[in-house]
C-alpha cells in the first residue's frame, strides 16, 4: 500500500516536472486561438505542444511553440497583430528567461 502511494507522488511529481508555467497581464481585450481573453493576470502552462491559459475558472488550451533566444528578456511582453479589429497574441517573451512562446493561428 505505502509502495503504491509512494509510486503515484513519484509519478505526479514527474509529471509536473515536465510543465513548465508562466504568467502574463493583458490590458486590453486579445484573441489567442478561438478564445477571447478579457484584461486581467493570466496563467500558461505548456504541456507538450499545447498552452493551456486560465483566469480564475476560465480555460483554455491551444497550441504553441516554445523557442529559445540568446539572450534573457527583461521583462514579459506580449506581441500582438491587430486582424479585422481584434488584437491577435502572436508571441508572449518571458521575462528572465530565454523563452518565447510562439502562437499560430
Known amino acids: ?12 511529481a514527474l509529471a509536473a516536472a515536465g510543465t513548465k508555467s508562466y504568467s502574463f ?3 486590453e ?13 493570466y496563467r500558461v502552462e ?3 505542444q499545447k498552452a493551456v491559459i ?9 497550441p504553441v ?3 529559445s533566444v540568446d539572450t534573457k528578456y527583461g521583462s514579459t511582453t506580449v506581441r500582438f497583430d491587430n486582424a ?4 491577435h497574441i502572436q508571441e508572449i517573451h518571458v521575462g528572465g ?3 518565447k512562446l510562439v502562437f499560430n493561428e
Do not use: H, W, Y
Open 65 to 67: 511553440k516554445v523557442e
Open 54 to 62: 486560465r483566469n480564475g475558472s476560465f480555460r483554455d488550451e491551444c
Open 46 to 48: 505548456v504541456v507538450d
Open 1 to 12: 500500500m505505502r509502495r503504491t502511494i509512494l509510486l503515484a507522488i513519484c509519478a505526479a
Open 25 to 27: 497581464q493583458l490590458f
Open 97 to 99: 528567461t530565454k523563452t
Open 84 to 87: 479585422d479589429g481584434k488584437m
Open 29 to 41: 481585450p486579445a484573441v489567442l486561438g478561438a478564445a477571447k481573453l478579457q484584461p486581467g493576470e
